[in-house]
T-cell receptor
Framework: AQSVTQPDIHITVSEGASLELRCNYS??????LFWYVQSPGQGLQLLLKYFSGDTLVQGIKGFEAEFKRSQSSFNLRKPSVHWSDAAEYFC???????????FGAGTRLFVKA | DGGITQSPKYLFRKEGQNVTLSCEQNLNHDAMYWYRQDPGQGLRLIYY???????QKGDIAEGYSVSREKKESFPLTVTSAQKNPTAFYLC????????????FGSGTRLTVV
């Protein structure tokens, strides 16, 4: 069965520091992979997606993610974090033939001044 | 602007009552979804619909019902059979291809009093 693991429940980084949020997935083939961001009390917004090709994908708000098949990972990165990046981040996987998307439990990002 | 509208934003219900959460989209998307979000558990799929007049149960459909009479609308009814209905409910939609992500509404917070 498909699954998504986000090992870190919460992470705190200083403003201006780099960020990496971890995501591991379990799936038999190459899935479609997504990162979403959620501000408190709001819906989710798509940051970026991967489905084939270049393993480094760029998204909105300066985020990028790298797909590593050998590690079954799709980690999200940002070179310099801004206070407005404080939110909850969800990794998600969707199988290539289906309509269902499986979400990880989320990682809450705190940014300190 | 196109998007998904969920209403109401906050909803209070007495035990034993059914309530209906509204979800309307003007994105011309074929597929619509309902997710439930609880702290630390990510998003869990309740129901989804790929086309009008058709819908499928997700992972936690017990105690919920839906209809899809129009492409734009996918209301969710939380019945009195749902044992623990207090949660944040998110509606999402996507086009027919599996390579795209979801567009989410801003959510409805349901509290049973």
């Amino acid at each position: 069965a498909q699954s998504v693991t986000q090992p870190d429940i919460h992470i705190t980084v200083s403003e201006g520091a780099s960020l990496e949020l971890r995501c591991n997935y379990s799936y038999g083939a190459t899935p479609y992979l997504f990162w979403y961001v959620q501000s408190p009390g709001q819906g989710l917004q798509l940051l970026l997606k991967y489905f084939s090709g270049d393993t480094l994908v760029q998204g909105i708000k300066g985020f990028e993610a790298e797909f590593k098949r050998s590690q079954s990972s799709f980690n999200l990165r940002k070179p310099s974090v801004h206070w407005s990046d404080a939110a909850e981040y969800f990794c998600a996987v969707r199988n290539t033939g289906g309509f269902k998307t499986i979400f990880g439990a989320g990682t809450r990002l705190f940014v300190k001044a | 602007d196109g998007g998904i509208t969920q209403s109401p934003k906050y909803l209070f219900r007495k035990e034993g009552q059914n309530v209906t959460l509204s979800c309307e989209q003007n994105l011309n998307h074929d597929a619509m979804y309902w997710y439930r979000q609880d702290p630390g558990q990510g998003l869990r799929l309740i129901y989804y619909s790929q086309i009008v007049n058709d819908f499928q149960k997700g992972d936690i459909a017990e105690g919920y019902s839906v209809s899809r009479e129009k492409k734009e609308s996918f209301p969710l009814t939380v019945t009195s059979a749902q044992k623990n209905p207090t949660a944040f409910y998110l509606c999402a939609s996507s086009s027919g291809t599996t390579k795209v992500g979801y567009t989410f509404g801003s959510g409805t917070r349901l509290t049973v009093v």
